[in-house]
């Protein structure tokens, strides 16, 4: 089955500055490529997502970029806010969704 | 549009027992998928149904079952409870992929339902 790993685990950067987190897979088949932001005690939302016909999406201060000869896909958020502290999953989907083990992102304020 | 529910939202239960989840999706989705979420082992598939047929499979034993009705709405079983399957079980609803359009892979996720097994 595919196998899909995250890094890094933990992230701490200061408020206004950049957070990257990476995200590799095992199955090339698969084509869908969500990230979901998780609040403490929240349920994990849809943040932003990218299809293997993609190479690149865009939304406000967050950025998915997909490798498929590699097999891994980036999470970038710029310009870093308290708000966006949380943790972050990134999953693989050809049928069923895979899941990274996530990343808690900290921002100092 | 309201988002995906579940109930209950909190439950405790004894080794031993069995529990009934339940998880209404979006309306218009056909998709309804579970997992398990604990602090060591992140989120895991449990089972995907579409149109009242589980679809998918994760690696979970025979003690974990669900189903789907006709309105989609889906309710997963654990017998036979023990220690380790006290985590929070999140149901996620989507249109499936029928259609193939973008937004038919997009995924939501409900609250949960907290369990706890002592």
């Known amino acids: 089955g595919e196998n899909v790993e995250q890094h890094p685990s933990t992230l701490s950067v200061q408020e206004g500055d950049s957070a990257v987190i990476k995200c590799t897979y095992s199955?090339?088949?698969?084509?869908?490529f969500p990230w979901y932001k998780q609040e403490l005690g929240k349920r994990p939302q849809l943040i932003i997502d990218?299809?293997?016909?993609?190479g690149e999406k865009k939304d406000q201060r967050i950025a998915v970029t997909l490798n498929k000869t590699a097999k891994h896909f980036s999470l970038h958020i710029t310009e870093t806010q308290p708000e966006d502290s949380a943790v972050y999953f990134c999953?693989?989907?050809?049928?069923?969704?895979?899941f990274g083990t996530g990343t808690s992102l900290t921002v100092i304020p | 549009k309201a988002g995906v529910t579940q109930t209950p939202r909190y439950l405790i239960k004894t080794r031993g027992q069995q529990v009934t989840l339940s998880c209404s999706p979006i309306?218009?989705?056909?998709?309804v998928s579970w997992y398990q979420q604990t602090p060591g082992q992140g989120l895991q598939f449990l089972f995907e149904?579409?149109?009242?047929?589980?679809?998918n499979k994760g690696n979970f034993p025979g003690r974990f079952s669900g189903r789907q009705f006709s309105n989609s709405r889906s309710e997963m079983n654990v017998s036979t409870l023990e220690l380790g399957d006290s985590a929070l079980y999140l149901c996620?609803?989507?249109?499936?992929?029928?259609?193939?359009?973008?937004?038919?892979?997009?995924?939501?996720f409900g609250p949960g339902t907290r369990l706890t097994v002592t």
């Open positions: 996620a609803s989507s249109l499936g992929r029928a259609s193939g359009s973008a937004s038919s892979y997009e995924q939501y």
């Open positions: 199955d090339s088949a698969s084509n869908y």
């Open positions: 990218i299809r293997s016909n993609v």
């Open positions: 999953a693989a989907s050809r049928n069923q969704f895979y």
């Open positions: 309306s218009g989705h056909r998709s």
């Open positions: 149904y579409f149109s009242e047929t589980q679809r």
